[in-house]
């Protein structure tokens, strides 16, 4: 093995797809791209990690909801555009071609040509690491779609996409042996 830079070391450990988050600040929509994203135990809480950096930390702080959209690899140019404009001067969903709806519990839209969409509330704000503390409201799912690859963020530009999935289901359902703990 060769040394690896320790401030690249987070290159090798990905946290989950890269997602658009959608706000509203009250007067309009916006859309930020992060690639930053956890779920939070096995409940619908998830994490995003962003900060006063970033435009759309002010509606998620006034309006405390957003929506976690998750597109696929064919929004890769829109996703990697998204999060390189301000949406200070920016309509991004203008600009990208991208469709917002209406959702039912917070008003920040759902985008229409993404694979899934998060309505969700703003139930915790980590300052210290800039983490933002979502519960899931309600989510959505275009069954319709074909191609549901997600991307993933290496960290130095380059992506890696979803390749076909793997079911263990079954094994990781088994029975496990009285006093035997899964590690």
Partial sequence: ??????????????????????????????????????????????????????????????????VIAIP???????????????????DKFARFGLTPVRGKFVRAPLIKECLANIECRVIDIVRKHNIVVLEGLAAYMDAARKDRRTVHAVGDGTFIVDGRRLDRGRMMAAKIPEGVRRS
Avoid: Q
Wanted: proline share 4%; net charge neutral.
């Fill in 1 to 66: 093995m060769r040394r690896l830079r320790l401030n690249r070391a987070f290159t090798l450990i990905e946290p989950g797809p890269v997602v658009l988050v959608t706000t509203h600040d009250g007067g309009k929509h916006n859309i930020m791209t992060i690639s930053w994203t956890m779920v939070v135990d096995f409940t619908p809480l998830f994490a995003i990690t962003t900060g006063a950096w970033n435009y759309s930390f002010a509606a998620l702080r006034k309006t405390r909801e957003c």
């Fill in 72 to 90: 696929t690899v064919d929004l890769l140019d829109e996703v990697v555009g998204i999060g390189t404009c301000s949406g200070a001067d920016t």
